[in-house]
């Protein structure tokens, strides 16, 4: 397999991911990268050339909207992870799990089936639909969780450290310190990379980012395309 470095695209020997033979009928492509590097941004050029984007922190928002998620997180913590509109007070939940990883394990015992059954049911759907040229699962903790091994193939989106502080500042409030103690929680970013196929570097504009995404697509369909015909005629061969 070929991993395309952003300094060019030069090639490097992988031997991660093949896209042949796969169980999907379009590509599932998995987003990799620390927290400020643009993962997001990222999905939303795949989404503008035809990718289905499953954002896994809207759907976590969505599983925490549900009834009996409320009870059980009131049942637990008290009245004060409930806000005044009646729905979870995300900051106040946040700051009870993220240093007491029992209380994190047991909100995702209650919360990651029902992401889990909507994630297969948007995947299913965007399968069957003509005009999807991909499915891009974009989840903060990817690898983490095991979500690699559904995908065909992986996408590192890479920010320099100064870049990602700014992000962050601006866009959720966080310090520097703030955005160390998480990154600390995650798998360090040279795995991160190691792990991918495709390496974009976020950090010089939207159009720069915008060609690079393109020209990564374009290769993952080629590579996708090329993986069906070999299998189809790999069964033609063993009269299948």
Sequence with gaps: MIRHTPDGYHPVVDQLHDLSPTPHPI?????????GSGKSAVAQVLSDLGCAVIDADRLAREALGEDEVKAALRSWWGPDV??????????SVSRIV???????KRLESLTH???NRQRQEKRLAFFTRPDVHAVVEDCPLLLEAGLDHGCDVLIFVDA???????????TRG???SELARRESRQWPLDMKRHSADYVVRNGAGHEELRQQVSSVLSQIRQRFKAGIADQA???VTRGE
Excluded: M
């Excluded at 590509?27 to 927290?35: D, S």
């Excluded at 409930?82 to 900051?91: C, T």
């Excluded at 993220?98 to 994190?104: N, R, V, Y």
């Design 233 to 235: 005629e790999s069964k």
């Design 160 to 170: 320099g450290l100064a870049v990602r502080q700014k992000r962050v500042r601006q």
């Design 27 to 35: 590509p599932v492509i998995g987003l990799l990268g620390a927290p």
């Design 98 to 104: 993220f240093d007491q990883p029992a209380e994190l």
């Design 174 to 176: 966080w310090s520097a």
């Design 113 to 115: 089936p029902i992401v």
């Design 82 to 91: 409930i806000g005044p509109s009646g729905e979870v007070d995300r900051a």
